[in-house]
């Protein structure tokens, strides 16, 4: 039975192999030496050839033991939005060997645009980590399309790589629309009326704390760090706060869904610079209550992944 097309397209090489221009003059001084031999017949000029197949023959021992074992981790170094810079951080590890690969180069791949990231020496059983900056086209979830690691050394000659599966779990957040579109169409009644919740700090003193790094100096509670022996805070009532609701009708048409999630995504950005609570909703249903506690990157991260039907792809985006 003869192969498939399509499967000879899939099949690839373990390791791939490139001639530099400096190894492609070796090889033709190689051969020059080697006819030069078998003119001659002369001892030296065996002995010059012997020499130069070894070196190549060692050249590719040594770039194979380089690159051989070496991982590779992708993960965000900056919260990423679409449509804006953000960095990604590139980690090769060398764990388990006893000595350090140098001079490697990472290449990853990420929707038509190819990022290098280059490793002048790992540390043996250790790692090393680079940052790159991509802008990525879309939200949702960044998956490489593929990932090579490759190498120069020991001469240069030749360039040796290999693909491997990195280990990445990146996700895109929606490009924020302008600071001064506002939300409209896109609130929801509150269910429970006007409610509030505990939100800035207040005026009345209930009480006193231990003091934490964070205090500002004017809320040390001077009478009660005396008598307890250590630095002491003022404990204050909050005042309360009205949660602001945001939702996403759904089904919804693509262009005008992603318009709204733009919106969206810079309503939670502002609530969570405001210190102001909020809630989301998914049609009528609650996905992400960050009412009494901060849940930016929750919030995001859903904003991230819905689609225009109102499906989620895990239940780990909703709460």
């Known amino acids: 039975m003869k192969p498939s097309l399509s499967g000879l397209r899939r099949f690839r090489l373990p390791r791939r192999l490139r001639v530099t221009f400096e190894g492609k003059g070796f090889i033709l001084l190689t ?42 981790l992708v993960r965000h170094a900056s919260e990423a939005f679409a449509s804006r810079d953000s960095l990604l951080a590139v980690t090769c590890s060398a764990a388990g060997k006893r000595f350090p690969p140098t001079a490697l180069s ?40 593929s990932c090579s690691i490759s190498t120069l050394f020991p001469f240069a000659l030749f360039e040796k790589s290999m693909d491997v599966p990195p280990r990445a779990s990146l996700v895109v957040y929606p490009e924020p629309a302008d600071e001064d579109s506002s939300p409209q169409g896109l609130a929801a009644p509150d269910p429970a009326g006007a409610a509030r919740i505990p939100g800035r700090g207040g005026t009345e003193i209930r009480g006193a704390r231990e003091h934490a790094p964070a205090d500002a100096v004017r809320d040390i509670h001077w009478k009660a760090s005396a ?23 759904v089904p919804c048409p693509p262009v005008e869904f992603e318009r ?55 239940e780990g985006a909703s709460s």
């Open 106 to 145: 990472v290449s990853i791949a990420f929707d038509g645009t190819r990022l290098t990231a280059r490793f002048p020496e790992i540390p043996a059983g250790g790692s090393a980590t680079r940052v790159l900056s991509i802008r990525p086209a879309r939200r949702g979830t960044l998956s490489p399309g």
């Open 31 to 72: 051969l020059g030496v080697g006819v030069a031999a078998i003119n001659t017949g002369n001892n030296l000029l065996y002995i010059a050839l012997g020499m130069n197949l070894s070196l190549i023959i060692i050249s590719g021992i040594l770039s194979e033991w380089c690159i051989r074992g070496v991982t590779v």
């Open 227 to 249: 008598r307890m022996g250590k630095w002491m805070v003022k404990e204050r009532d909050r005042e309360s706060a009205p949660v602001a609701d945001l939702r996403l009708p």
């Open 260 to 314: 709204l999630v733009s919106r969206a995504c810079a309503f939670v950005l502002g609530c969570d610079r405001e210190g102001r609570p909020y809630r989301l909703w998914l049609g009528d249903r609650v996905c992400v209550d960050a009412s009494r506690e901060t849940r930016r990157s929750r919030a995001l991260a859903f904003l991230a992944l819905v689609d225009a039907d109102g499906n989620l792809p895990g």
